[in-house]
């Protein structure tokens, strides 16, 4: 268990909605990161925040959009849903700063957009 | 362009051998490079990190190898398992300020058979 919780495990939609997809970090952690991860596909870097502001941002579409909350979790919200959308949807959280910090995965959220 | 490529993409063996993959990185200045594995459908574990003045860093079966010079590095795994069948994440950091941007390899797909 890398201590980081993602809500929810799995999520089937229907194109053109909208969901939110949520992830705490582990206890400590400042930074959130999401990944993209679909079927056969590497790894694709969205988004990071550290301490509730943005720090980069990645292949992320306009579509979507993340925030981290006061508490430190993190909502990742993907509105007008595709189907190549579907995908596994991954968080990460890490202390921040710089070198030498590894970041821990949550156990992602399955979407499928139908 | 920063780059991270992992050779082989996938690789089948019997239970009990030795295996080696290969990761090749271009990205540059480099702080550290982790090796994840991957279980399917799971988050990506995190096995290694290696920063630019270490060679070699061990993990139980698992030894990673860097050599900064010709920016590559090798994750061996010996008597393999089939617990081990999962894909291996090569991930590379640079020495930037600021976001904590990571360089993710598509990964190798190893699979174990008994």
């Known amino acids: 268990d890398s201590g980081v919780t993602q809500t929810p495990k799995h999520l089937i939609t229907a194109t053109g909605q909208r969901v939110t997809l949520r992830c705490s970090p582990r206890?400590?952690?400042?930074?959130v990161y999401w990944y993209q991860q679909s079927l056969d596909q590497g790894l694709q870097f969205l988004i990071q925040?550290?301490?509730?502001?943005?720090?980069a941002k990645g292949n992320i579409l306009e579509r979507f959009s993340a925030q981290q909350f006061p508490d430190l979790h993190s909502e990742l919200n993907l509105s007008s849903l595709e189907l190549g959308d579907s995908a596994l949807y991954f968080c990460?959280?890490?202390?921040?700063?710089?070198?030498?910090?590894?970041?821990?995965f949550g156990e992602g959220s399955w979407l499928t957009v139908v | 362009k920063n780059q991270v490529e992992q050779s082989p993409q996938s690789l089948i063996i019997l239970e009990g051998k030795n295996c080696t993959l290969q990761?090749?990185?271009?990205?540059?200045?480099?702080?550290?490079l982790r090796w994840y594995k991957q279980d399917t459908g799971r988050g990506p574990v995190s096995l290694t990190i290696?920063?630019?003045?270490?060679n070699t860093k061990s993990n139980g079966r698992y030894t990673a190898t860097l050599d900064a010079d010709t920016k590559q590095s090798s994750l061996h795994i010996t008597a393999s398992q089939l617990s081990d069948s999962a894909s291996y994440i090569c991930?590379?950091?640079?020495?930037?300020?600021?976001?904590?941007?990571?360089?993710f390899g598509t990964g190798t797909r190893l699979t174990v058979i008994p």
């Open positions: 206890s400590g952690d400042l930074s």
């Open positions: 990460a959280s890490g202390r921040g700063g710089r070198t030498g910090n590894t970041i821990y």
């Open positions: 290696m920063t630019f003045s270490e």
């Open positions: 991930v590379v950091r640079p020495d930037q300020t600021g976001a904590n941007n990571l360089f």
């Open positions: 925040y550290y301490n509730g502001e943005e720090r």
């Open positions: 990761c090749n990185y271009t990205v540059s200045p480099f702080s550290n």
